[in-house]
C-alpha cells in the first residue's frame, strides 16, 4: 500500500505530522507493506529567499498580530515537543522552499531524501539556522551524503527537478490540497492537515482493510 505526504519544510504542522505519521505507522502491523512517498508542497510560492523574521512575515500574511502570532508558534512548539522534537519560537526566516523541494527530488534519486527531510526540518524549527541560505543547503546536502559538486550543480541550475517540485504540486491542486500535511493513502483516502496518532493508526487500518477486501 502506498501512502503519498506532501509537505513544506517550512511547516510547523508537517514537522510535527510526519512525526506522528511515523508513530502510527511504526506501531502497524503491516507496516513493512506500506511504501511511503513525499511529495512537493510550497507554502508560499512567491516569498523571497529569508528576508523576513517568520512571526513578523507570517502576522502580516494572516492579518494577525504579533502577540497572536507569537501564541500560535508556542502552541505548536508545545505540540512539537510532546513528540520528542526541538521546536524554538520565533527565530525562523519566511521564505521560498522551491530549492528545498528540488534538493529533496535529488536527494531521492540517491536514496537520500528522507534524511535531508528530517535534517533540514531539525534545521529551520530546532536550530533556526536558515533553509534558504544555498551555503546551509549545501552542508546540510554534504552531511547526509550527498557529492557537493552535484548539490551545487543543481542549485545553480535553477531548472534541474524543477518539474518533478511543478507535478507535485499540480497533482496537490487537482486533489484539492489546499495546505499541507497532505496524506493519501492507497490513492483512494485523503488525510488534510496534522492529525493525532489515532487518527493516522485508524485510517491506515481502515485503507489496508478495504484494500484487502477489494
Not at 507496516?31 to 513578523?56: M, Q, W
Not at 502552541?75 to 522534537?85: K, T
Request: aromatic share 10%; proline share 2%.
Amino acid at each position: 500500500m502506498r501512502v503519498e505526504i506532501w509537505i513544506d519544510i517550512a511547516c510547523p504542522w508537517c514537522y510535527i505530522g510526519k512525526a506522528r505519521f511515523e508513530r502510527a505507522l511504526a506501531a502497524f502491523e503491516h507496516r513493512d507493506h506500506v511504501e511511503v512517498v513525499y511529495r512537493s508542497f510550497e507554502l508560499n510560492p512567491k516569498a523571497e529567499n529569508g528576508t523576513k523574521p517568520i512571526i513578523e512575515a507570517v502576522a502580516a500574511q494572516y492579518g494577525r498580530t504579533l502577540e497572536q502570532q507569537v501564541a500560535r508558534e508556542e502552541h505548536a512548539a508545545s505540540q512539537a515537543r510532546a513528540e520528542g522534537l526541538d521546536f524554538r519560537v520565533g527565530g525562523r526566516l519566511h521564505g521560498n522552499t522551491f530549492d528545498v523541494h528540488r534538493l529533496l527530488h535529488f536527494a531521492k534519486t540517491r536514496g537520500l531524501q528522507v534524511e535531508l527531510m528530517n535534517l533540514a526540518f531539525r534545521v529551520n524549527f530546532a536550530d533556526e539556522r536558515s533553509i534558504y541560505d544555498r551555503e546551509t543547503l549545501v552542508g546540510l546536502s554534504v552531511e547526509v551524503g550527498l557529492e557537493e559538486a552535484a548539490v551545487r550543480e543543481v542549485l545553480s541550475s535553477g531548472g534541474r527537478y524543477a518539474k518533478d517540485v511543478r507535478a507535485d504540486e499540480r497533482q496537490a491542486a487537482e486533489l484539492g490540497a489546499g495546505g499541507v500535511p497532505f496524506f493519501v493513502l492507497d490513492g483512494k483516502y485523503g488525510v488534510a492537515g496534522m492529525q493525532s496518532v489515532e487518527l493516522y493508526t485508524q485510517v491506515l487500518g481502515q485503507a489496508w482493510q478495504n484494500r484487502r477486501a477489494a
